[in-house]
């Protein structure tokens, strides 16, 4: 039998952390990895957020809305990279 939760975690809590990492692997692979390698170590960066946002929601240990948790860590992030890599991609258009 389980016992209720008398004081269950923020479940956005979880959610707004593979947000805020895979905004920070973003930026970090937009500063530190050459222009030819940008967009396999984004993909490389957005599989990571997909794992972490798995390990964060399992760590988290509700069952309920469990998928609905998952998706929005994973397409926020999918966002968050996306908007990322179009702001270098128009930044490298600029002429130096």
Not at 17 to 35: M, T
Not at 77 to 91: D, Y
């Amino acid at each position: 039998m389980s016992e209720p939760a008398l004081a269950p975690r923020n479940a956005l809590a979880g959610v707004v952390i593979v947000w805020a990492a895979a905004l920070i692997a973003a930026v970090s692979i937009g500063i530190f990895v050459p222009e030819e390698w940008r967009v396999q170590w984004l993909m490389v960066g957005f599989g990571a957020a997909v794992l972490l946002s798995f390990g964060v929601q399992l760590w988290y240990g509700q069952a309920k809305g469990f998928i609905f948790r998952v998706a929005a860590s994973a397409i926020g992030a999918l966002v968050l990279l996306g908007v990322v890599s179009a702001a270098f991609g128009l930044a490298a258009l600029i002429p130096s």
